[in-house]
């Protein structure tokens, strides 16, 4: 293919109608200015007429005005199938007709780049954009998903290539949540590009807001991709023929952390009934999600915390628990409310004793299980997934494997002394093991309840299929009531286990926000597993090239990056920064990688290390040999 592409004028003044071989960048925002969109004036011309005097006039006149921008348009970018995002080059803070010549020759040059012929299946094809470069308070992101959905990205308005280099956002989430102001101006010009693209039923815009508060509109393609693939289905599951979640108002998010996958329709009874006493949850499609929370109360210092659950809460919870297992020889049917009220009480027991690892700590080795001494005398109750009809984990591990104790200045990693006197490794190991005990208490306040279905699947004859009750069914079958259609509901748990739960609601749409919790991202494409391959970044993927089944992990994935990667065959890849709306994450979406984007903490994992890239649920797990 040749870079020379045929127009019919010698140059597309932004506003003008665009020739036929127009590339898409330009020929879009042409049609945006002449709607009456805030797009910044501009050209765009063929790289070998830059030359000819007429379109260097017009530069000069466009310089005129203050500092210009030059990127590549590429003939395959910003298309409905493909968007190419961060493959073509832009040259900001060009002040004359030189710095115009220098940024053409760097852009002629990346036209070499081999990710991009590869992308572009030989040499790209492209035209030169030149545009007043708005001066930044905001670079922000916005796009509406299929899903309808609006989300918006606010960036570091001092860097240029914030997208490109995969530079977190400062703040991210639904466009209702925004800066009022903002969210009503970008709200206004996303009505107006809507209009003027009805055809496209998806949008991703790039704004930049000036220090008068004016907001630009300065790119806009389609979403080749759906931001959160899967929500059709999740959603005709859920509320079939309507085109969000009903009564279901506000920021809710999966609960991934402790349930990862389908409820079964045991402990889907038993969160309904939580729900019924006030709880902030939901099931959805047999998904458990939360309320996100604002609260920011703070509990109890770690030190403190641990005494308490090591010296009341725990024993207390164990005592509660012989209690429920001596009186199942008899009538289930009142152990029933007092194993859920017994769960009610653990819960609100658990959410007064929550402690928050100290935000300037650096994260522990999450292969470190600081109480391993305690661990063993709970394997009876700990479950395998937080689930009452999850096994416990001394029915499935050999309890050998946690024998040992861990390194440290104590046992329970605390100084016995006042919160203030603690060193921050102390605080850091207590923090730690307050959210290890606390699952401890969270596992003998499910105990009494898993104990009572087991019994009753034995009196039934039901075996393991007593988990497909709910508690009121279990109370109407232990009274010789009619059971319901077991093998539908089993039919029923696949269907649900085989969607994709968006990993986070807002006003009942899907948003894509990220986890903001260690190993956890923005999820693209389906799970895999394997070994962490650490590179620093493009360079080093390609001179040390992972083998296919790794886990490839980089600080920033660039679009180049991610074209690698394709090419090498590796289908899997973490980086710590980015956001959903990032070049990454769109490439990423694009060329079918499995990604979390924007993985706090994935950057320090150990090279070799076993993972489980988990995009359920945007969490990066790390594989015990001894565990399952």
Known sequence: MSSRIRYSLAVLVLGDSPGPDTAPKPAVLSRLLRAGLPVPPGLACDAEELAESAVRQR????????????RAALASEDTVDAAAAGLGLSVPDCRDLADIDRAA??????????????????????????????????????????????????????RADALAAGASPSWSGPLALAEPALAAAVTGIFDHVSQVMSEVPALDLELVVDPAGDVWLVQARPLARPLVPGWPDFLAAVAPGADRVPDLPGLWKLDGEHNPAVLSPAHAGVITWLIGQGAGLRVLAGWLYERASSSGRAGPGPHRALTELRRRHLPAARRALEAFIDDLAGDLRPLLPRALEHLRAIIALHAELRVELPRDLPAPDPRSILSLHDRGGYLDVLPAAWDIASPALADLVDPTCLDGKPAGR???????????????????????????????????????????????????GLGDDVFLLAPDELG?????????????????????????????LFDGRPVPISPRRRLGGIPVGPTTRGAVAQRSDLADLLARPPAPGAVVVLPALTAQAAVALRALGVRAVCCEYGGALSHAALMARELGLSALIGCTGCTGLPDGLGVELDTRVGRLRVRSPDLP
């Not at 530069?59 to 030059?70: C, H, M, R, S, T």
């Not at 572009?120 to 796009?143: F, I, K, M, N």
């Not at 009274?479 to 968006?502: I, K, M, V």
């Open 410 to 460: 104590g046992a329970d990693g605390a100084t016995g002394g006042p919160e203030g006197d603690a060193e921050p490794a102390d605080l850091q190991r207590a923090a730690v093991l307050v959210r290890e005990l606390d699952d401890h208490l969270f596992a003998l306040g499910l105990a009494p309840l898993r104990r009572i279905y087991l019994a009753a699947g034995g009196r039934l």
């Open 59 to 70: 530069l000069v006149d466009l310089l005129a005005g203050g500092p210009v921008i030059v």
């Open 476 to 504: 109407h079958a232990l009274a010789d009531g009619d059971l319901p259609d077991l093998a539908a509901r089993r039919r029923r748990q696949r269907q649900f286990a085989s969607l994709q739960p968006p990993p986070a």
């Open 105 to 158: 020759a760097a852009i002629a040059e990346a036209a070499g780049d081999p990710w991009l012929r590869s992308y572009s299946g030989g040499a790209p094809t492209y035209q030169l954009l030149a545009q007043r470069q708005v001066e930044r308070r905001w670079l922000a992101v916005a796009a509406a998903d299929r899903g309808g959905a609006r989300l918006l990205e606010l960036h570091d308005p001092t």
